[in-house]
């Protein structure tokens, strides 16, 4: 019975660090598309001095959304893992 506990707990655990990290994820992606706007407009004015700007801060998006990905890839395995310990008891 505690093994059915703990191992409740280990998938709430992991439901609710994934929704924190899809909110963090998502809040990172605004962030970077409104600063990208922000960057667009003053670029417009500026003509193309800002070129290298976009494409760091594009770099940086995608940078963070693969971390987001190994994060969530990472912690499915660490409780897959844990899940089997569970069951070999």
């Known amino acids: 019975m505690a093994e059915v506990e703990e191992y409740q707990k280990l998938l709430n655990d992991r439901n609710a660090q994934a929704g924190e990290w899809a909110a963090q994820r998502t ?7 409104r600063h990208l706007a922000e960057v667009k407009e003053d670029g417009d004015a500026k003509g193309g001095q800002d070129a290298a700007l976009k494409a760091q801060l594009a ?3 995608a940078e963070a959304q693969r971390e987001f990905q190994e ?8 409780v897959d893992t844990e ?3 569970i069951r070999d008891r």
């Open 27 to 33: 809040s990172l992606v605004l962030m970077a598309e």
């Open 59 to 61: 770099a940086e998006k």
């Open 71 to 78: 994060m969530a890839t990472q912690l499915e395995d660490d």
């Open 83 to 85: 899940i089997e310990n």
